[in-house]
């Protein structure tokens, strides 16, 4: 939980940080531009408060800028012992792992966008590397199902977080 508290504040940051100027611009997820890939965001959490609160899969609205607030509602639904017991009615998954897939949407997607908009963001260590871990386990689950993309080859003494980016097909050097 406090991973996912640090993930969600410096993600909501970068949120916060973009200029509307930018929304058109690219990131390194091609299918999104930078105000998709906020929507995406506001998605992702609305997606793990429900699972969280022992809900069901939500479908993706349309754009609301309102990613930080949506975010807080996810900790307050993930911040209950319970939340973490048992399997998703929503997914059929452990809740746990679920935990961990929203720890990776974060520090990824945080990446993406901060890269996007040319602000700086610093991953707490402890993240990227609880996240590399369940990647590196999850990873061909991911990519039958679609989450990541096809592995991006990084060396074997890269950054943690380049690794991570590189595992799930994203581009450490990318640049808009």
Not at 39 to 67: C, I, K
Not at 154 to 159: E, I, N, Q
Request: charged share 20%; with cysteine; proline share 10%.
């Amino acid at each position: 939980m406090p991973l996912m508290t640090r993930a969600t504040e410096r993600t909501s940051g970068v949120v916060r940080g973009v200029r509307q100027e930018q929304f058109g611009g690219s990131t390194p997820c091609a299918e999104f531009d930078v105000r998709d890939l906020i929507n995406h965001l506001e998605w992702v959490a609305d997606l793990f408060e429900s699972l969280g609160r022992g809900g069901s899969m939500t479908e993706q609205g349309p754009y609301a800028g309102d990613f930080p607030d949506r975010a807080e509602r996810t900790l307050a639904a993930w911040s209950r012992p319970e939340a973490w017991e048992g399997s998703s009615p929503g997914m059929g998954l452990p809740m746990a792992t679920l935990g961990q897939m929203y720890l990776v949407d974060l520090v990824v997607h945080g990446w993406e966008l901060a890269r996007a908009t040319g602000q700086p963001y610093e991953p707490e260590p402890g993240a990227v590397a609880q996240a590399l871990d369940f990647t590196d386990q999850m990873v061909e689950m991911g990519r039958q199902r679609g989450a990541f993309g096809p592995p991006v080859p990084v060396p074997d003494d890269a950054p943690a977080i380049d690794r991570l980016l590189g595992l799930v097909g994203r581009d450490p050097s990318w640049t808009p």
